[in-house]
C-alpha cells in the first residue's frame, strides 16, 4: 500500500479545498470528507458521528490525516456551544485517537486566536490565553490531539483567505460587502491586527510537512505559520477597494474593537 494516503476533513470548506487539491496535485491518494457535499475524491460524512467516521478512515486505512473541520466563526460558536465542543474537541479527539492506533500522523489545524494578543509575535512555545470561547475550544483540540500521539502536529495559522464559494466564507472577502452597501455610512474597526494568510500556502505547508515527517520523526509538535502583512479590518477593506476600484467614502475607521466575541488585539505568530 502507499505510504502517501491521506484523509481531508472539511474538504469542501475553504482550507479544505486548497489542502485537498494540493495534496492531489502532489501524487497523493486523497479522500475528503464533507458535512453535506459529495463529488470526486469527496465523501459526506458527518464527522461527529464517531462510529460511521471510525469505519469510513480503516476501509481507506490512511498514513495520515489533516483535519481541516470545525467551527470557526467566533460569533457562532456562542450560539451554539455544544454543537461547536462536538466538531472542534471531541471529534478531532476521535480522529486523533484513531489515527494512532492505525499508526497515522494527524495535522490538527488551528489557529492564532488561542492566544490573547498581549504579547506579539507568539512562538510555538509561548503559553496560550485564548480570550474567547471558539480560541478555547480550537485549544482543547490542540490538547486533545497532542495527547493521543506524540508524533501528531499542530498547524496554527491566522485568517485566511483565498477562493470563495459565497462572500461570506471569509473573514476577508465577507469584507467586501461593506463596500457594495454604500447607502449609509460604516464604522469599521482599526483597532484588531490581523496576519491574512492565503490558503493555497497553508495547504502547501500542510504537504511539506507530511512529506518531511515521512523521512524525519523530528517532524511533529506544534508549529506557526502566518501572512507577514499586518492589517487591521479597515486596512482591510482599504486594500480591497483600491484592488476593486471602489468607492469607500462612506466608511470610516473605527478606534474601538469589533463587536461580538472578544479577539486578540495582536496575535501574530
Not at 512562538?123 to 480560541?135: F, R
Not at 495559522?157 to 454604500?182: H, K, M, N, R, W
Not at 501572512?227 to 466608511?251: N, R
Request: aromatic letters at 8%; a negative charge.
Amino acid at each position: 500500500m502507499s505510504s502517501k494516503r491521506v484523509v481531508i476533513t472539511g474538504a469542501s470548506g475553504l482550507l479544505g479545498r486548497a489542502v485537498l487539491a494540493a495534496f492531489k496535485n502532489s501524487q497523493w491518494t486523497v479522500l475528503g470528507t464533507s458535512f453535506s457535499r459529495t463529488g470526486e475524491d469527496l465523501v459526506s460524512i458527518d464527522i461527529c458521528n464517531h462510529a460511521k467516521t471510525e469505519e469510513l478512515i480503516r476501509n481507506f486505512m490512511p498514513n495520515c490525516i489533516v483535519h481541516c473541520a470545525a467551527q470557526r466563526f467566533p460569533d457562532k460558536v456562542d450560539k451554539d456551544l455544544d454543537g461547536t465542543i462536538r466538531l472542534n474537541v471531541e471529534a478531532t479527539k476521535n480522529l486523533a485517537v484513531l489515527a494512532a492506533k492505525l499508526g497515522a500522523t494527524m495535522i490538527y489545524i488551528s489557529t492564532d486566536y488561542v492566544f490573547d494578543g498581549t504579547k506579539p509575535p507568539y512562538s510555538e512555545t509561548d503559553t496560550p490565553n485564548p480570550l474567547n470561547t471558539y480560541g478555547k475550544t480550537k485549544l482543547q483540540g490542540e490538547q486533545v490531539t497532542l495527547e493521543s500521539s506524540q508524533d501528531h502536529i499542530v498547524l496554527r495559522v491566522p485568517v485566511l483567505y483565498g477562493p470563495v464559494e459565497y462572500i461570506g466564507e471569509s473573514a476577508v472577502t465577507v469584507l467586501l460587502q461593506l463596500l457594495f452597501d454604500s447607502e449609509s455610512n460604516k464604522l469599521v474597526s482599526d483597532s484588531e491586527i490581523r496576519y491574512p494568510s492565503h490558503v493555497d500556502d497553508i495547504a502547501f505547508i500542510c504537504v511539506k510537512l507530511l512529506e518531511l515527517k515521512q523521512t524525519n520523526a523530528d517532524v511533529k509538535g506544534i508549529f506557526h505559520w502566518g501572512g507577514k502583512e499586518s492589517m487591521t479590518k479597515y486596512g482591510m477593506v482599504q486594500d480591497i477597494a483600491s484592488v476593486f476600484q471602489l468607492p469607500m467614502s462612506h466608511i470610516s475607521p473605527d478606534p474601538n474593537q469589533s463587536q461580538g466575541a472578544s479577539r486578540p488585539h495582536n496575535a501574530q505568530l
